[in-house]
């Protein structure tokens, strides 16, 4: 398996553009996270989904964020419209959802909003 | 509610000096915690798990109940132990629900100096 696969890797957006975050995680996992990372918050969790159904989105800051997962092997992360404070590395993870067992991270996408 | 602290944003020692990255959790039922780490431009990656007790790269880590502490030790360091190192804990958001959420401290940035 090629491990969680995050794309793009970088993205620049001009401020009020939609902005998607697209994540294949590694199959036959059914727990999968979305995180944002920043120098002032650390690593925060935006939303998790366990068998393709949002279980906590308490993180997502707001509602210009959204997160979905049509299946098993595909979640996306839209901000729509994007500000500058949305500059940050999204990472996705994902596990077999058991309790204690590793979670396993994409390379994240750099996201720079200007 | 659960929530991992971590207070140090920044630990620099010298090659050679023990190195402690601390950890705090709060949790009301019984915690399962990791620790994970991110050297430059990689992806996170599990460094060790409580369950385990194992040592990992030298590096060891006690769950502490009474102190609802985890912290992270390594008797000598090293200067490829530089790196982001994250403290995680898995728990359940509702009683029976199944699926765990996996909650990340801010993160400590260990600079080893040569």
């Known amino acids: 398996d090629a491990g969680v696969i995050q794309s793009p890797r970088h993205e620049v957006t001009e401020m009020g553009q939609e902005v998607t975050l697209r994540c294949k995680p590694i199959s036959g996992h059914n727990s999968l996270f979305w995180y944002r990372q920043t120098m002032m918050r650390g690593l925060e969790l935006l939303i998790y989904?366990?068998?393709?159904?949002?279980?906590?989105d308490s993180g997502m800051p707001e509602d210009r964020f959204s997160a979905k997962m049509p299946n098993a092997s595909f979640s996306t992360l839209k901000i729509q419209p994007s500000e500058p404070r949305d500059s940050a590395v999204y990472f996705c993870?994902?596990?077999?959802?058991?309790?204690?067992?590793?979670?396993?991270f994409g390379q994240g996408t750099r996201l720079t909003v200007v | 509610a659960q929530r991992v602290t971590q207070p140090e944003k920044l630990l620099s020692v010298f090659k050679g000096a023990p190195v402690e990255l601390k950890c705090n959790y709060s949790y009301s039922g019984s915690p399962e915690l990791f620790w994970y780490v991110q050297y430059s431009r990689q992806r996170l990656q599990l460094l060790l798990r409580?369950?385990s007790r194992e040592s990992i790269k030298g590096f060891t880590a006690d769950l502490n109940k009474g102190e609802t502490s985890f912290h992270l030790k390594k008797p000598f360091a090293q200067e490829e132990d530089s790196a982001m190192y994250y403290c995680a804990l898995s728990g359940q958001r509702d009683s029976g629900a199944g699926s765990y959420q996996l909650t990340f401290g801010k993160g400590t940035k260990l600079s080893v100096i040569p």
């Open positions: 993870a994902s596990s077999d959802g058991l309790r204690n067992t590793e979670a396993f």
């Open positions: 409580h369950i």
């Open positions: 989904f366990n068998n393709n159904v949002p279980i906590d």
